[in-house]
């Protein structure tokens, strides 16, 4: 197979981990409530910043490093319904929120920073 390069499957493994993610935050919130302990998931996306560095060399179009890593940061971008990538003090945000005395109620929940990227039913 000369010239194709191989891709890491990370499609199952990510759906693995998330499922397993959400169902031990679902249990320690269960098993943690009566002792006044709130335990909630904060999934975030590609949508995010620092992640899209990782992922694409970099976080604004202009510092991105070769062709190959443009189409991948628009390809990102695109796929948010924003067409914008999250910033890092948004997602601090949801995190002080379900620090504070506001979230006092939440528990049990895994929280989606993502811009609608990962839309569910």
Known sequence: MRGLKAVPPVAAPVALVTAASKGMGAACARELAARGYR????????????LARELGGGATRGSVESAADLERYEAIRAATPSARYGRAEEIAKTVAFLLSADAGYVTGQSIRTDRGIMRSV
């Open 39 to 50: 335990v909630s998931l904060l999934a975030r996306s590609a949508g995010v910043e620092a």
